[in-house]
């Protein structure tokens, strides 16, 4: 499986992005699809979560509200809709991929066996 994520860019305290993330491969073998993101001096942190067999989905307290995660089937891929941007939503964005429901929580980083590359979002005036 190989994830490619993208939608990342400059964008103004208040602002809008959505980011991409494109699966490929083996798809079919995917229990859920993650967003992760790293900010400058920090540990990477999951922020949302997609389950792909029942539609079900997850938010990190610090975006709950503002972000909503979605996905086209067709395309194999699964979208982060983030709305009322902040300067600390400033990071590289990461998607990641799990075989197995998790055994801990779905943020926790052990859980995924695949990682995209990150884009990167910049909130600033």
């Known amino acids: 499986v190989q994830l490619q994520a993208s939608g990342g860019g400059l964008v103004q305290p208040g602002g809008s992005l959505r980011l991409s993330c494109a699966a490929s491969?083996?798809?079919?073998?995917?229990?859920?699809i993650a967003w992760f993101r790293q900010a400058p001096g920090k540990e990477r942190e999951g922020i949302s979560c997609?389950?792909?067999?029942?539609?079900?989905?997850y938010y990190s307290h610090s975006v709950k509200g503002r972000v909503t995660i979605s996905r086209d089937n067709a395309k194999n891929t699964v979208f982060l809709q983030m709305n009322s941007l902040k300067p600390e939503d400033t990071g590289v964005y990461y998607c990641?991929?799990?075989?197995?429901?998790?055994?801990?929580?779905?943020?926790?980083?052990?859980?995924?066996?695949?990682w995209g590359q990150g884009t990167q979002v910049t909130v600033s005036s």
């Open positions: 491969g083996k798809t079919e073998d995917l229990f859920n």
């Open positions: 990641a991929a799990a075989i197995e429901g998790w055994g801990t929580t779905w943020n926790d980083r052990s859980e995924y066996d695949y």
């Open positions: 997609f389950v792909l067999s029942d539609s079900s989905t």
